[in-house]
């Protein structure tokens, strides 16, 4: 397997020797929601079943028109903002992460900065799909670790998922819509500890998922739930190892939960027990990028997270793209 390191700083040292951690979380959702049918699921065709399985979403949010990409990242983000307690106008930089509504010009980070008074940020966005979240927080970091004398910076990740499948498809019944964001600094109070992070790519699998025109709409390989499985573990058991981690120090696994095949292959694989995964998957469906943050912040806001918790975030991406975060509350 071909692989790209990216490792988090100099070697022999971590985020937590810079004092980085998520000050604050937000998220946000649009306001219809869509309930799926048990009793009348799609029948998909081979590779749906592969992919899909048995649904597992049970309800998942849509945007109208004019509940834009750009409005779920700034609720988002405001909310994050407000939890951390850090007057915009001290952010220094704000990263945008999404792939579902790509735009030309101009790039939607400068634009959440200008709506929520970040007004002195550098702003910009990124994307390396459902893996976004992860790659924004550790590209952050390492802003934070640069000479630039930045201490403080916002990720928000938000995705319009529904509307990059096929209508009247069964992967319609997975793909939900919202945004997620998290307060990123060096110094200060923290919700959480940046204890490690990981960022992957393996070109020589870039056809297992696609998205191209005209439609953009998503359409993946059967081998996917394998390697997806498979890579999120490999990313467990890196962080576990770079840090001289046991699999019972972590608390909770919070992965990138795509469909109902992956979250089983990576309860088999990880050998993590079910009552250690937590995901919205049932009730928010696929969100993409906005997966891992939204859980983070939902759950956070529901005490959920305590003190001293471990917390480990596994993603895999179209691209593709592995990685995950090490969070200590």
Known sequence: MSQQTISPVAAGASWQDHNIGIAGFGHHFPREVVHNDPDSEVVGNRIDEAVLGQVGVRSRHKSSEDETLLSLAVAAARQAVEDSGVDPAELDLVILTNWTEHVFRPELAPLVATEIGA?????????AGCSG????????????????????????SAEQFSRRVRPGSKAEAVAGDGSGAAVITR??????????????????????????????????????????????????????????????????????????PIIDGILSRTGVPDDKLVTNFEYRGHLSSACVPTVLSEFHAKAH????????????????????LLLRF
């Not at 499985?229 to 795509?258: C, F, G, K, M």
């Open 187 to 260: 110094g200060g109070d923290h919700r959480a500890q940046l204890l490690d992070s990981v960022t992957h790519v393996d070109g020589t699998l870039v056809d297992l998922t696609t998205a191209t025109p005209p439609h953009g709409w998503v359409k993946s390989k059967p081998e996917l739930v394998e390697q997806a499985a498979a890579h999120i573990s490999s990313i467990v058991s890196e962080l576990l190892q770079r840090n001289s981690l046991a699999l019972t120090d972590v608390t909770w696994l919070v992965p990138h939960a795509a469909t109902r």
């Open 133 to 156: 979240f992860v790659l924004g927080i550790q590209t952050a970091a390492a802003y934070l670790c640069a000479p630039t004398h930045h201490t403080k910076a916002l990720v928000v």
């Open 119 to 127: 007004h002195g940020a550098m702003a910009f966005d990124l994307a």
């Open 305 to 324: 997270f305590s003190p001293g918790d471990t917390v480990l975030t596994p993603v895999v991406a179209g691209g593709f793209f592995s990685g995950g």
